[in-house]
C-alpha cells in the first residue's frame, strides 16, 4: 500500500506541510517495501491557479491509497475523490511519525 | 478617441471623473457622438450616475472543454497543456473544472484523441447597452461567482465604435482586466489622490502604461495643499498633471446619494472640455 504524506521538506524528520495543492513536496512511502519517495511540487507552490487540481493528479498518478495532509481544498478535493483515496486531513507532526501512524492503522 | 481612466488604487475618482468627462463632452462638437463605457466588469457602478436607459442585452459565452469518456484514453496531454490547471486527468480521471479555464483552446489542439474532447459554451457575464440622454452608454457585468474579469472587457472593447469619443471607466488596480481596458486605447488618463496610497498604486499603474505603450496624463482628485510628495514622483517620471479637481466634501456628500460631480460643480464643464482638447493634442504629438 501506498501512503501520501504533504512534507515542508524532503526529509521523514520534516513537518507536515499543512496545504495540499501548494505543499512544497510529497512523501510517496511503499508500505510494503518499505521506500521512499519525495515529489518535488514546485510547480503546485508556483501555480497560477489550479495548484490543488494540479497536486491532486500528481498524487493519483503515484498510485497512492492513503492522504496524510492539513487541510484538502475543494477542487483538489474532487480530484482525489476521482481516485478512491482515504484523505486524512488536521494532521500534524512530522512525516516519518504520520507514516507510522498509517502502519499501525492509527488515524 | 479612446480615453481610459485608471488610476492604481481604487476610490480616487475614476467613476465620478468619467462621468462629469462623458457629460461635459457630449454636447461639444469636437468630440462627436460620445460613449462612456464601464469597464469595471466586476463591479460596474457608472450606472448610479448617468441612470442610462438600457435597450440591448446580450450574454458573452466562453468556450470551454468537456471530456467524453467514450473516447477519452486518459493520455493527460490536455492537462498538462494547461497551464491554469483547469483540466485533471489520471487513468479513469477526466475533469474539467471550467472557473479555472481561460478559454484559449489548446486543449482540443494537443488531444490526440478524435472526440475526447467536446466544445462546450458557458456565460460568464452580459454586454449591455443604451444611452443617458444624448450620452452613449455601455458595460460589461460579470456573473456572479465568476472569476475571470478581462474575457468580458475583451469582448466589451470589441463592441466599441471606431469615430467619436469613447471613455473606459476602467477597473481598478493595475492587474490583466485594466491592462486589456488600457490596450490599443489612444491615452490613459490616471485619476489619483495625493495620499502615500495613491501614490504607490499610480506608480505601478504608469509602468502599465509605458509598457504597454499608451500615452498618460494624471488628474489630481481630491487636491490641496498636499500635492507636494505626488508632484515630486511625477516630476521624476516625467508624467504631466492635467488637471486638478480640489478637495471638496460636498462632492462626497452628493456621491452618496446618487448625484454627480457635475451637479455640484457645474463650472466644471469648460475646464473638462479643455482637459479634452489637450489630451487630443498630446495623442496627436504621440503619433508616429
Redesign the interface.
Known sequence: MKVAVTALEPSLDSDIDPRFGRARWIAIFDLDDDSVEFLDNAAGVD?????G??T??MV??AGVEVLVTGHVGP?AG??VA??KIRIVEDSTGTVGEAVERVRKGDF | MIVALGSGKGGTGKTTVSCALAESLKDDPLAGPVLLADCDVEEPNAHLFLRPVITDRRPVNMLIPAFDENHCDYC?EC?RF????????????A?V?PE?CHSCGGCFLVCPVPGALKKLSREIGVIEKGHSGSLGFTRGLLRVGETLATPLVGELRKTLPDSGTVILDAPPGTSCSFVETVQGSDFCLLVTEPTPFGIHDLERAIEVTELLNVPRGVLINRSGNEDGELEKVLARRGVEILMRISHDRAVAEAATEGRTLLDVHPDLVPRFQSLYRTISQRVMEAKP
Open positions: 501555480a497560477a491557479s489550479g495548484a487540481v494540479q491532486g493528479t493519483l498518478n477542487k474532487q480530484v476521482g481516485g | 493527460g492537462a494547461c497551464r491554469f490547471n483547469a483540466l485533471a486527468v489520471s487513468p479513469g480521471v475533469m473544472f479555472l
